[in-house]
């Protein structure tokens, strides 16, 4: 596998979960406090909105280990090289 492929899958899938991510907490912010039965169907977005930025927050974290490693390796092999 080549080392800036791996670089750059992990930050492509990074963008992309701050991407959810801040549209996720658009949703959350321009949320109210349900005060009518028609508003408290507006909560079930509201839940939806925070699992995708829960689930966001998960997939950012996991592609900057991607990232990590694949900079912990590339300075493995230049350290091997020299």
Do not use: C, H, Y
Request: no cysteine; net charge negative.
């Amino acid at each position: 596998m080549q080392i800036n492929n791996a670089l750059n899958i992990g930050v492509q899938g990074f963008q992309n979960a701050q991407s959810r991510a801040t549209e996720a907490a658009t949703e959350i912010a321009s949320q109210s406090v349900a005060k009518t039965p028609e508003q408290a169907e507006q909560t079930k977005d509201l839940t939806n909105s925070l699992i995708e930025l829960k689930t966001a927050e998960i997939d950012a974290n996991a592609n900057a280990k991607v990232i990590q490693t694949a900079s912990d390796v590339l300075g493995s092999i230049i350290d091997i090289e020299v």
